[in-house]
């Protein structure tokens, strides 16, 4: 018996992108339908059951997401992926909080398409919860999340998938990653945008005054409440509160704040009668707090509470190749406010901050370029503008040294297993050094033999152990 063909239908304006899809699907037996408009892919969705639709965000009259919100109404069964050649935080996270399966940009990876297409065959669709009535500030929003890297584009997947709900989410990641940023993107994506977004530091208060601040107190509660005062879950009823490093938040307040997740109301501080509040509670940390759990420093089931979501933000110096990006977006920001002319990077200032460590994450980048700004007037940012601890940094072998020891030292720090360090270390790095020069020299083994030093039978002997497949490094291979 002959298997049934999966179709597959795909959507985009440029017909280079449906004819080598096209051609790349139906090689794997897939039945593949084409759509040059939004238009005629509705057309072809009220007549055909299709197990996934590709679809260009970018297109005339309808664009990808308006096709996607009316194919959920059509199908909502179908696993809709939405593609563009332009990488955009803002499209991922609109499209994810619309339904979208997935989100790739082009040029894409053929691996990564029929991986996509082999989930869709077993796993059910996503079911994104979303308000239709809802529109998106997605500059607002948008403004400080910044990235390309892989990691980033995960998370602004997650932003997506769960902005929309009331579920408790938990961001951990070091000082200065970006945590009340994708706290804020949550809540201007979420049905209670128009609510308050009421944000709190936990370590910035001291323990005295913290419960105060968080639930209010009565009049005469204690000595000056000389006034009834309204806290933080009460200011942020309807909406979303956000309770930075709650880590540093001491036991029986932690007791507290799980009687609110559990029950939705709280009492004053010298107060008699619980008040009812309706509030989405997002938590931050850079401690570990499981680590913190095990030390009894804090609760397990005010973890599990609020862990139900969790983002975890990295730190910059392992997402190197967004500090352009977020280094233009802070002159964007700030040459206007410092009344500055053009501004922007030299060449050899870009290459100083991609290679640094940042050990301060995005807030020292951004204290950087406002220092850059305030020395530059206009005109190119030179390495002289930059802290003397970056200015130290220009020679290439010098940069070369100090990035490569902050990876080997994080590298350390994610594997323990004594006696073996020296083989994970450099098969890891091994195979890098193999997929990069197999991309600059296009597949080709014997180049990269050639480049590496050795022969191409032991270079194929390395890549099949290491299963890199040198077709994936040709140019538009599918």
């Given amino acids: 018996m002959t298997e049934k063909k999966h179709k597959i239908l795909i959507v985009d304006d ?28 509705l057309e072809q969705l009220t007549s055909h059951k299709y197990l996934m639709m590709f679809s260009d965000i970018f297109m005339e009259k309808i664009n990808g997401l308006e096709l996607l919100e009316q194919t959920r109404k059509l199908d909502p069964d179908l696993k809709v992926v939405m593609m563009t050649a332009q990488d955009s935080m803002n499209n991922t996270i609109e499209a994810m909080r619309l339904g ?9 990876d053929f691996d990564e398409v029929f991986r996509l297409i082999d989930q869709a065959k077993t796993a059910q669709s996503i079911s994104v919860p979303h308000n239709q009535n809802q529109e998106t500030d997605s500059q607002d929003a948008s403004s400080a999340i910044i990235g390309k890297s892989k990691r980033m584009q995960t998370i602004f997947k997650t932003i997506g ?6 579920l408790s989410v938990l961001i951990t990641g070091e000082s200065g990653t970006g945590k009340e940023m994708v706290a804020s993107t949550l809540h201007q ?48 009823d309807g ?16 007791a507290k704040i ?15 009668n619980p008040i009812a509040v ?42 190197l190749e967004d500090v352009p990006l977020l280094a233009n977006h802070f002159i964007r920001l700030y040459a206007h406010k410092l009344s500055r002319g053009k501004v922007y990077l030299s060449p050899d200032v870009e290459r100083i901050l991609s290679g640094y460590h940042w050990s301060g994450n995005i807030r020292e980048l951004e204290n950087v370029i406002k220092r850059g700004l305030m020395l530059a007037l206009s005109g190119p940012i030179l390495p002289e503008h930059l802290p003397p601890h970056l200015q130290e940094k220009t020679d290439d072998d010098e940069q070369w040294d100090d990035r490569l020891d902050q990876l080997i030292k994080d590298f350390l720090h994610n594997n323990q297993e004594e006696g073996e360090l020296y083989e994970a270390l450099s098969h890891k790095m091994e195979k890098h050094l193999f997929e990069i020069l197999l991309d600059k020299y296009s597949g080709k083994q014997v180049a990269t033999a050639k480049a590496l030093g050795i022969n191409r039978n032991t270079l194929k002997r390395k890549i099949d152990a290491m299963n890199i497949s040198p077709k994936k490094h040709k140019p538009n291979t599918p």
């Fill in 258 to 272: 799980l009687r609110v997740l559990q029950n939705n109301d709280f009492y004053r501080v010298g107060g008699k």
């Fill in 100 to 108: 979208a399966y997935d989100y790739i940009t082009k040029p894409f």
């Fill in 14 to 41: 440029e017909k280079n992108i449906l004819w080598v899809l096209q051609k790349g699907l139906e090689k794997k037996n897939y039945l593949v339908h084409t759509a040059a408009s939004a238009e005629q892919a």
């Fill in 161 to 166: 998938q769960s902005a929309s709900s009331d």
């Fill in 278 to 319: 309706n509030v989405r509670v997002i938590a931050a940390t850079n401690q570990n707090l499981l680590d913190m759990m095990d030390l009894k420093q804090f609760r397990e089931d005010l973890y599990h509470r609020l862990n139900v979501i969790q983002i975890d933000m990295p730190p910059l110096r392992e997402r």
């Fill in 189 to 236: 994506y979420s049905h209670r945008k128009e609510e308050p977004f009421i944000c709190i530091n936990c370590a910035a208060i001291s323990r005295e005054l913290l419960e105060s601040e968080l639930f209010g107190h009565e009049r005469g509660a204690f000595t000056g409440a000389i006034e009834t005062k309204m806290g933080k879950f009460q200011q942020a």
């Fill in 239 to 254: 909406g979303t509160l956000f309770l930075d490093e709650i880590g540093d938040m001491e036991l029986p307040l932690q």
